[in-house]
Structures are given as structure tokens and as C-alpha cells.
T-cell receptor, first 112, second 115 residues
Framework: IAGITQAPTSQILAAGRRMTLRCTQDMRHNAMYWYRQDLGLGLRLIHYSNTAGTTGKGEVPDGYSVSRANTDDFPLTLASAVPSQTSVYFC???????????FGPGTRLTVL | AQSVAQPEDQVNVAEGNPLTVKCTYSVSGNPYLFWYVQYPNRGLQFLLKYITGDNLVKGSYGFEAEFNKSQTSFHLKKPSALVSDSALYFCAVRPPGGGYNKLIFGAGTRLAVHP
């Protein structure tokens, strides 16, 4: 059982390009999340999904979009990347009963 | 505004000594409280949580945390630090009625344990 996988592990991207970060979980969790981690700021929520077919905006949603076509996958898309989106991106999922979130290994994105 | 504060950017402790990593929160009601650890180039790993009950919560790797409602604190502790405990530690809060497991994270505290 892999838990949560993210791809790619790292990426260097030219500004203005479109990029999709992939996230897949095999725990059948209803809820999934995307965070970005920046030095001194901790983790900030970008978007979330309570269940397949629904999504919601987090603390820093601008410039990002998500979709949740099924339970397992929750891709994050940067339509036109900007240097301020250089960050480490973490996908997470949670079980309502357990109360805690499980995190993927992260994607390190550099936008030049 | 709801927030989580980790007042120390870094905590240094000698191996074998007790350690404390501080966390305070500003959330109304009775939140769920969590500690996560992040090793270099890895995702966050769950350490422990407080939902209700005994104020002293025991978690993984010998860590424990003490919930203090009057001080709105949830400090992480370990009686005897190991060099392998060196990592980045995050405190997180799930506000009551705050949505489906949405967490508010502190900025993180880097723990350095010296031999």
C-alpha cells in the first residue's frame, strides 16, 4: 500500500507555462487537500475537496485550480506559472473519523 | 483570526536532555490539536493528537504533548532527546466546525539535537 503518491518529485518550469501536479491516494479517504510550504510560513492550504465531485478554496487559491473526478485522484493545475509559485507542494488526505491528515512526499516546483 | 503560533524558529538540545517545542493557538471553542514531524525532503508524518480526555497525550517515537486549555497551549515534549529526533516540527489545529478536517498550521520549529 503506497498511501499517497505525488508526481513529479521535482520540476523546473518556465514562467507562463501550464503545469499539473498529480496526487493519488489508495486509502479511500473522502477528503483531500493541497498545501504549499514556504520557509517561515508553514503550510498553507490552497484547495481542498470534501468528497469526489466537490472542491473548495483554501487560504491561497489564486493561480491554482483543482478537480476531483474520483475518490483517488486530486490534481493541482497552475494555468500560467509565476515565480511566486516556486514552493514545495504537498497533497494530503484524511478520514473524518481519524481526524488527522496523511501527507504525500511532496513536489518541489521552481518557476523561473 | 484563528492562528497557531510556534514562538521558536529553532530549538537546540543536547542528546539525552529533555526537550520542549512550544505551541499556542488562538481558536475559539474546543479544537482538535496535532503535532507533525517533517524529516528532510520528506512529507509530514503524524506524531500525536488531542481531541478530548486526558491532557497528556502520548504519541510516536516517545513524544508526548500536554494540552493546557487555560493557556491555549499544546507543547510537545520528550524526556530524553535523540540525535535522530532532529527535524522540523509543526503544530496544527482543527477549529471546531472549521470544515472537513481543515487544519491551521504553525510556521514550524526546527529541532536540532546535538551529540
Amino acid at each position: 500500500i503506497a498511501g499517497i503518491t505525488q508526481a513529479p518529485t521535482s520540476q523546473i518550469l518556465a514562467a507562463g507555462r501550464r503545469m499539473t501536479l498529480r496526487c493519488t491516494q489508495d486509502m479511500r479517504h473522502n477528503a483531500m487537500y493541497w498545501y504549499r510550504q514556504d520557509l517561515g510560513l508553514g503550510l498553507r492550504l490552497i484547495h481542498y475537496s470534501n468528497t469526489a465531485g466537490t472542491t473548495g478554496k483554501g487560504e491561497v487559491p489564486d493561480g491554482y485550480s483543482v478537480s476531483r473526478a474520483n475518490t483517488d485522484d486530486f490534481p493541482l493545475t497552475l494555468a500560467s506559472a509565476v515565480p511566486s509559485q516556486t514552493s514545495v507542494y504537498f497533497c494530503a488526505s484524511s478520514d473524518e473519523l481519524a481526524g488527522m491528515q496523511f501527507f504525500g512526499p511532496g513536489t518541489r516546483l521552481t518557476v523561473l | 483570526a484563528q492562528s497557531v503560533a510556534q514562538p521558536e524558529d529553532q530549538v537546540n538540545v543536547a542528546e539525552g536532555n529533555p526537550l520542549t517545542v512550544k505551541c499556542t493557538y488562538s481558536v475559539s471553542g474546543n479544537p482538535y490539536l496535532f503535532w507533525y514531524v517533517q524529516y528532510p525532503n520528506r512529507g509530514l508524518q503524524f506524531l500525536l493528537k488531542y481531541i478530548t480526555g486526558d491532557n497528556l497525550v502520548k504519541g510516536s517515537y516517545g513524544f508526548e504533548a500536554e494540552f493546557n486549555k487555560s493557556q491555549t497551549s499544546f507543547h510537545l515534549k520528550k524526556p530524553s532527546a535523540l540525535v535522530s529526533d532532529s527535524a522540523l516540527y509543526f503544530c496544527a489545529v482543527r477549529p471546531p466546525g472549521g470544515g472537513y478536517n481543515k487544519l491551521i498550521f504553525g510556521a514550524g520549529t526546527r529541532l536540532a539535537v546535538h551529540p
